[in-house]
């Protein structure tokens, strides 16, 4: 956790300069110069970065790499004369850098009209005065900010100056697989693989490009012409996939791979690539039949996760994609039903923390973005360098396509799709994209049509469940809950964490007798009970005979089951009580697994007079604690040993360092017959354990001294500062005092130490909670001690124990 929040709390340029030098760690490759200039898109926020240096023609600087959008768009050329007036040449020049905005750039001698509104460029020279330069465009407001200009800096240090870009190389030298296009003429020299991919003899070759595409694909040419026509590219690397036709068969898939490189006086820009056999690498599946095979495994879907693993299928290896998302809307919110890759990594910080909970959802307003997006109800594409918020952004730097999903005239959720490497959006993906977004809205609507009671169980169920489990010190929990599919009633399973004093948690796991809405509503009565008995203080078998004697109380000819387990973070040890319930199961650090023999009681609600024994557990660092219904273990094919045994070796097999993927994987074959709860706690134990004290205040004459004189001995121990110690010695004499004149019974002392807070608590069988006098006459002889204890502490309240109270009060220590 300490490394994570270190990178959490990384500057973008740090986090620039670390992605930089890995790239310039590893073995020197042919498109790292790009990977590098890619990083200004990722960190610094521009829409274009190209590198400029001195070709053959020392008289003039060309654009030898770039990345990002088209060039022409921000109005910058192939090549400008290194004796000019052009920014790119003055910092070549000079050694300067140069910002400008749009102000600057329209009294620039050699500006361009350009498409985009307003944009702002930045020139920094490549080290020192005449090696070269490197040029961003952003269309951000304001430029470049200041963290953009640092993540740019780091960009230029780590650009190393490429070779001079040489003469188109002779025929002879290609080697088979390469191929050198002429842009201005058409004319391509090809090495001998690739005319025998295309099936034509080298004395039949005439040399025209116009020769290899009429064998392509009729389908793929549109694309293919968008390589070969330097109108519309930029100068960088091209890569892309196409077919060309076969005597019999289905057609080839080809790779290219082409670089376009600039030409200078005399000497044409020219596309140098390779072209590789690709058809074991892509599949002979057409745009148009992935789209029928997506309709007809959308057709077969029966249940929301069906539809979002049906439009995985269809999209992500088709388009190369690093991430994808299906989310439903509901309420405003989105309700994330697929995430592909699962792990939690993969996915920005924002989606780790808030969505990949128990009930995985955010406000659709926390991203105004995805918001008009789906207002909108039409496919948004973002290129590589778009500013968006940091939650929609970092799911694909490279790259995102959000696609809402139009049914039944609303708007059914959104897919998200992103890129890691900037990716180029050609207009068949964005067709592909559109016809699935439409597909996948209406196979959304059917299957909510399907299971429209079933979904209504499991809101139901949701409201009585908490809604997000607590943060845990020492430990990590997940829960989740499935509702049966066979028959639309709501169950009784429930879950529950209870944060408890001192470092205690309760988790507690239960089902009530039945399927139907009485069930559903003894569940969250005895939910809210258990949770108020121990909140309470009670032991844990006294927190199960109370909620036993409360459902007795209620008349009700239902029954429950529980199981209970109180543990102490701080010491790893553990108190379980089952009252007809099953056990738990634990997995050790070794991965051993064991279903712990607890001692149990009978079923809540059965007898007024029962016992429930404690069975003592202790945990190690790495223990899994696995709480569950039977549900997950109990089917008409097997009893309850069985799936005991079953879900034994399945938490062996499975990986602790996240409890969300193996609650889902131990869920995957739950046979769906009844209602099923699952509450899995990984304890990992507490890196500062708390320094305690306790004090049993007797009834004396000179109570209030002694434990005044016992807090002095035992903060001296600890080594508080004698300024803290004075403050402290004052609210134990108040709180005491108040104690000991206003309650009768025992009184007790506890004093506590935690990362650097002190908390001095007074607890005594009195429920009256101490009310603070909102005004005081100088003739009144009480009712100062509270306002002085809230004028010296850092904070004061509250807390019910055993039918009593606990006053606390925390100061800070002075250092």
Not at 182 to 190: L, P, Q
């Amino acid at each position: 956790m300490a490394t994570e929040g270190a990178a959490v709390r990384r500057t973008r340029a740090e986090r620039a300069e670390l992605a930089l030098e890995t790239l310039l760690a590893v073995p020197v490759s042919p498109d790292r110069l790009r990977r590098v200039l890619e990083q200004a898109l990722v960190f610094a926020g521009a829409a274009f970065v190209g590198v400029y240096v001195p070709g053959d023609d020392p008289s003039t600087l060309f654009l030898a790499e770039s990345a990002g959008l088209p060039r022409t768009l921000y109005g910058l050329r192939d090549g400008y004369p290194a004796a000019g007036g052009s920014p790119v040449a003055e910092a070549w020049r000079t050694g300067r850098t140069a910002w400008l905005g749009p102000d600057e750039l329209a009294d620039c001698p050699e500006g361009r009209r350009t498409p985009a509104a307003d944009f702002s460029v930045a020139v920094l020279p490549l080290g020192p005065a005449g090696t070269g330069a490197l040029v961003a465009a952003t269309e951000h407001p304001g430029g470049f900010g200041t963290d953009d200009r640092a993540c740019l800096e780091l960009v230029a240090r780590a650009v190393a100056a490429p070779a001079p870009a040489g003469a188109a190389p002779d025929s002879g030298e290609l080697p088979p697989d390469a191929f050198s296009l002429a842009m201005d003429s058409g004319r391509v020299e090809v090495g001998d693989a690739i005319l025998g991919l295309f099936g034509i003899a080298r004395d039949e070759f005439d040399g025209r490009v116009e020769t290899l595409l009429a064998l392509t694909e009729p389908e793929d040419l549109p694309a293919l012409m968008s390589v070969v026509e330097a109108d519309h590219m930029s100068i960088g690397d091209r890569e892309l996939d196409f077919r060309i036709l076969q005597p019999s068969g289905p057609p080839k898939w080809l790779r290219l791979r082409g670089r376009l490189l600039p030409g200078g006086e005399g000497r044409p820009a020219r596309l140098d690539g390779t072209v590789a056999d690709a058809s074991t690498l892509r599949s002979d599946v057409t745009d148009v039949a992935r789209v029928q095979r997506l309709a007809a495994s959308l057709a077969m879907a029966g249940t929301v996760k069906d539809v979002g693993r049906a439009v995985v299928a269809a999209l992500r290896e088709p388009l190369r994609a690093d991430r994808i998302a299906l989310a439903e809307l509901e309420s405003e919110r989105l309700v994330v039903t697929v995430l592909d890759p699962p792990q939690p990594e993969a996915w920005p910080e924002l989606w780790r923390s808030e969505w990949r909970t128990e009930w995985p959802d955010a406000p659709v307003r926390a991203m105004p973005t995805l918001a008009a997006a789906l207002r909108e109800g039409r496919a948004r594409i973002w290129p590589a360098g778009t500013p968006l918020e940091p939650a929609l952004a970092d799911v694909g730097p490279g790259g995102l396509a959000v696609l809402p999903l139009p049914a039944g005239g609303r708007m059914a959720g959104a897919c998200l799709i992103g890129w890691d490497r900037p990716h180029d959006f050609g207009p068949d993906e964005r067709a592909l994209l559109t016809a699935c977004a439409g597909l996948t809205g209406q196979a959304l609507l059917r299957a909510h049509a399907f299971d429209a009671e079933h979904e209504l169980v499991g809101m139901l169920q949701r409201t009585l469940l908490p809604r997000r489990l607590p943060r845990l010190p020492g430990a990590v929990a997940v829960a989740r809950y499935l509702p049966t599919t066979e028959g639309l009633e709501v169950g009784g399973d429930w879950y529950d964490v209870i944060p408890l004093a001192d470092n205690h948690v309760a988790f507690a796991i239960g089902d009530v007798q039945g399927h139907n809405a009485g069930a559903a509503t003894l569940m969250g009565q005895m939910r809210t009970a258990l949770r108020a008995y121990a909140t309470e203080g009670h032991t844990p078998d006294v927190v199960v005979a109370l909620a036993n004697r409360l459902l007795l109380e209620m008349e009700t000819d239902l029954f429950a089951t529980c199981c209970y387990v109180d543990v102490d973070m701080e010491q790893g040890t553990a108190w379980c009580v089952r009252a007809g319930h099953l056990p738990p199961v634990l997995r050790h650090p070794d991965g051993s697994t064991e279903v712990v023999l607890a001692e149990g009681g009978p079923p809540l609600g059965v007898l007024s007079q029962a016992e429930f024994p404690i069975t003592l557990l202790r945990f190690q660092p790495g223990t899994v604690l696995a709480l569950t219904t039977d549900g997950l273990v109990e089917s008409a094919d097997s009893d309850i040993d069985i799936g005991l045994e079953r879900l034994s070796r399945e938490l062996a097999r499975s990986d602790p360092a996240h409890l969300g993927l193996v609650a889902d994987a131990l869920l995957s074959d739950a046979h769906r017959g009844d209602d099923v709860a699952l509450l899995l706690v990984r304890y990992d134990g507490m890196a500062v354990r708390p320094l305690r004290e306790t004090w049993t205040v007797w009834r004396v004459p000179e109570a209030a001294r002694h434990a005044r004189r016992f807090t002095r001995r035992t903060l001296r121990t600890w080594g508080v500062s004698p300024a803290t110690m004075d403050t402290a010695l004052l609210i134990v004499s108040e709180l005491v005092t108040n104690a000991l004149v206003h309650t009768g019974g025992q009184v007790r002392l506890d004093l506590t130490l935690i990362n650097h807070r002190l908390r001095l608590a007074v607890a005594d069988a009195s429920p009256r909670t101490p009310v603070k006098p909102t005004n005081i006459g100088w003739e009144a002889t009480g009712g100062r001690g509270i306002l002085l204890v809230e004028a010296v502490s850092q904070a004061w309240g509250t807390v019910p124990v055993s039918g009593g109270k606990q006053v606390w009060a925390d100061i800070v220590p002075e250092s």
